[in-house]
């Protein structure tokens, strides 16, 4: 199984992003699909969350910025960032909880999001 992330880049502040992730390989189902970010010096950290059945929840500091959406067909899950500010700037993963035999978690290879001023 594996994890392609795209859709990073640089935007000024105020800017909008859509980060994508699909998994690809041997899949039975997914479960969770998730969003991390790390910026240079910090420890990662969650930024927004989707379950099988659709439930979301976000960072605070994200709520009403960013949306988290799946699209189970095609074993993808977006982010889509609106209103970017700088301390927005980070590495940003995807994560997947995915059914093979067993349940496992796996990573993309992240994805830089550079807001500028």
């Known amino acids: 199984v594996q994890l392609q992330a795209s859709g990073g880049g640089l935007v000024q502040a105020g800017g909008s992003l859509r980060l994508a992730c699909v998994a690809s390989?041997?899949?039975?189902?997914?479960?969770?699909m998730g969003w991390y970010r790390q910026a240079p010096g910090t420890q990662r950290e969650l930024v927004a969350h989707?379950?099988?059945?659709?439930?979301?929840n976000y960072a605070d500091s994200v709520k009403g910025r960013f949306t988290i959406s799946r699209d189970n067909a095609r074993n993808t899950v977006y982010l889509l960032m609106n209103s970017l500010k700088p301390e927005d700037t980070a590495v940003y993963y995807c994560?997947?909880?995915?059914?093979?035999?067993?349940?496992?978690?796996?990573w993309g290879q992240g994805t830089q999001v550079t807001v500028s001023s």
């Open positions: 994560k997947m909880t995915i059914v093979v035999v067993n349940a496992y978690d796996y």
């Open positions: 390989g041997n899949i039975f189902a997914i479960n969770d």
């Open positions: 989707i379950t099988a059945g659709g439930s979301t």
